[in-house]
Structure formats: C-alpha cells, structure tokens
C-alpha cells in the first residue's frame, strides 16, 4: 500500500535536489512555486486524514503521553498545531465536502483548522467557508471562521470564561534585547481599553506629523500607552498634565485632565432581538468590530457611554440614506466603518487605515451613496488614483485589475471596436 508513497518521496526527493531556481525566468519560478504548493496541499490533506487514526498505544510506547505531542515530534509542529490537525481530522467523517477538498489538494491545513472549526459547530456553513478559503486570504477566512462560530455558541457563556481566563503577563527577549507584554480579557473590555488608550494614540500622531516622523501604529499606540501610565501616576500624586498644543504637556496642580484627543468610538453590532431578549440565539450576532463577539449583557454595559456606535441590524436603512456632500454622513460613516471592515479588493486582508472610495467620481455626480462607496488600503487607493487601477463592476469584494485588463470598468463599458473593411 505505502509502496506508491515510498517511490514518490525518493523521486520528489531527487528532484527537489536538483531544483535549481536561479535558472528560471519569472514566469517559470511563479510555475514551480504552485506545483510546490500543490504537492504541499495534497500532503497535508492525507495527514491530516490519517491523524484521527493514530494508536494511543503506539503514542505510550514511544513516551509522548498525548497525540498532540506525538504527532508535534514527527511533523515538526508546535502541540497546539498538532492539536488543530487533530480537531480537523475528527470532524472530517460529518464533512463531506472538506474531505473531498483535502482529497483533491485544495486546502492547506491551516485552510482546514479554520473550515473544520467553522463547519463543525455550523455544518450549514461548510460551503460558505470553502469557498471563502478558495477565493479570500487566510485572515479573512479566520475572521469568517470565527463569525460562525461565534454564532452557533453561547455568548455569556464564552464572556464568562474570558472573564476567568484574564491575564496579563511580560517578560524580556534575552536575544533581541526586548520587553514584551501580553494581555487577555473579555473582548468588551479589551474594545474599552482600546477607546480610552485612543486619544493618547491620536496625540501621539500629531507629535509625530509635527516632528516629520512617519511611524508605524503600534510603535505610537506603545508610546501613548506609557504617556497614559505616567498621567495616570501623576494624577495620582495630585499633578495633572494637560497637553499643550506643542504636545510638551502642562502641570496642572489639583487639577482636571485637559482634553487629549478627539471623541473615541466603540462599535458594536447587534441584533434588534438578541438586545431586547437579553442574551443571543444560534444565527444572531452581537459583536464589536475589530474584537468578535461578546455578550449582550457586556453591550447593555458599554451603552450609557456615548462612546459607543450601536448598530441594530433592523433599525434604520441607512442604506437609503442619500447625502449631497463629498463625505459620508455620520449615520453612514458608522455602517460604513462596520460593513466595510476591510479592503475591497478581493485577496486583501487589511483591516486598518482603510480609506473611503467613490465607486463613481464624486466629482461626477455629486453624491454620497452607501451603495456607491467601497473600502480601500492605503496601497489600493493609490493604484486606482494614480495607476488606473479599479475594482471590476459590481459591489462587495471583488478583484481590482489594471487599466489594460478587458475586466477594467472603462474597457468593458467600451464601445465595440469597429469590424475591418
């Protein structure tokens, strides 16, 4: 039976040996790189499908104790993944479909872990999140993975054991000479720690842009979360600071904390049922963006606050709201800011700094239409507005081509070409 498998790894071996990519164009190392990803998706799919038959007894004789730890040595895995192909590989008997992808090389395990996770506490959704794996990145299969997960579990329950698990932790990185903090909590309060840690973020943008300097998010949220801590000891010790417009700061003696940044949001989605019954059923969501799901009893908590945006899925039709100016209108801009959590462009994962587009020159028309904007990164904006790219017609995620491409709005708007003579 393994004979097959035997010659194959010696040939695969010899040829992997003389592979030599520095003599290949383009074209040719683009070629070679998706036949090595495909042997690579055809082999995770059977061990994958063997790993549910591992023999516990083989496991004691070897001295791992666990088929996770086992199956880690062998594969060169960490546990916790070995425990993913484990969890995948049980669920594949009610998952026809998965099988029959991991049979044919269409997934690589961590394309499995997530639709098996997904599929097994929803099987309605196993197609869904199949295609999601074969057309979206990883991390948006993730965040797929965990909607439907999230919708098909208890909640409160999950906010609960959240609330015991909170832990906050650091250390140093001998190696790189680094510190490193890690924290852990229910999402509604890690989405608050996030909103009051914002202004501190927004100031420290602004001192930056001042000074000239261009740096990445998380090295400004870190530098606001020290100044937050050290006005949080000063005040203590009865001296507030209040920011100055140079961003040096003021010693307030008894004083009030002066404004340090604009207004900040929390936004959350919730279903108009699930909020007035108290507590989510499977298919309901109650969630905030960028966090995942919590409970409603956490929401009803965050709601006296005005920081908090509430979207109620059958509240308003804000996508009948017309606007006559450049920008969206509040309304709009927080079903914007929920509905359009990433970029557009289909095979994109971003989720931050993402800008708002026309679909249709505002320039043109005049108008701010929900259904006629679309998230983009910062790198898609650019293309479309200086290069000529666009997304190809229609709405949702979709593929953005370049302006040669027959694909591109204006070529497949273009009048037929004139036959010859």
Do not use: Y
């Not at 000063?234 to 940044?261: E, F, L, Q, S």
């Not at 309304?331 to 989720?351: M, S």
């Amino acid at each position: 039976m393994f004979a097959p498998f035997t010659s194959l790894r010696q040939d695969l071996r010899k040829a992997c040996r003389d592979f030599d990519p520095e003599v290949l164009t383009g074209p040719e190392l683009t070629e070679a790189i998706d036949e090595f990803v495909g042997i690579e998706k055809l082999a995770a799919g059977a061990r994958l499908r063997a790993a549910k038959h591992i023999d516990q007894s083989a496991v004691g004789e070897d001295g791992d104790g666990s088929k996770a730890r086992w199956l880690a040595k062998r594969t060169g895995q960490t546990p916790k993944d070995a425990e993913k192909d484990l969890a995948a590989s049980e669920k594949l008997d009610e998952l026809e479909a998965t099988d029959e992808a991991l049979r044919n090389g269409e997934l690589s395990s961590t394309q499995a872990h997530e639709v098996t996770s997904g599929a097994g506490a929803d099987p309605t959704a196993e197609l869904e999140l199949l295609d999601t794996a074969k057309k979206a990145s990883v991390p948006e299969l993730k965040r797929k993975a965990k909607k439907v997960r999230a919708a098909a579990t208890d909640a409160e329950e999950k906010a609960k054991r959240a609330q015991e698990r909170r832990d906050l932790i650091a250390g140093v990185d001998e190696e790189e000479g680094e510190g490193w903090i890690h924290a852990k909590g229910p999402a509604s309060a890690i989405a608050e720690i996030l909103a009051l840690l914002e202004p501190w973020v927004q100031a420290e943008f602004d001192k930056a842009r001042r000074a000239g300097r261009r740096e990445r998010r998380g090295a400004l949220m870190f530098d606001a979360l020290l100044a937050a801590l050290r006005f949080a000891a000063a005040a203590r010790k009865g001296r507030m600071t209040r920011a100055g417009p140079d961003g040096a700061g003021t010693t307030v003696p008894g004083g009030r904390p002066g404004p340090v940044g604009p207004p900040v949001r929390i936004l959350v989605r919730v279903d108009a049922a699930a909020l007035q019954r108290g507590h989510t059923v499977a298919g309901e969501v109650c969630e905030i963006d960028g966090l995942g799901p919590v409970s409603v009893e956490a929401v009803r908590a965050l709601l006296p606050q005005a920081a908090i945006d509430l979207i109620i899925t059958n509240g308003v039709d804000v996508f009948n709201v017309t606007h006559l100016g450049r920008r969206a209108t509040a309304r709009q801009q927080v079903v914007l800011d929920w509905i359009g959590g990433q970029c557009t462009r289909q095979g994109c994962g971003a989720t931050r700094n993402l800008q708002v587009d026309h679909r249709i020159d505002w320039a043109h028309t005049h108008l701010t239409e929900l259904r006629s904007l679309d998230w983009l990164c910062i790198e898609d904006h650019k293309r479309k507005t200086h290069q000529g790219w666009a997304l190809v017609e229609g709405t949702g995620r979709r593929p953005m081509v370049p302006p040669e491409d027959p694909a591109h709005p204006k070529n497949a708007n273009a009048p037929p070409a004139a036959s010859a003579a």
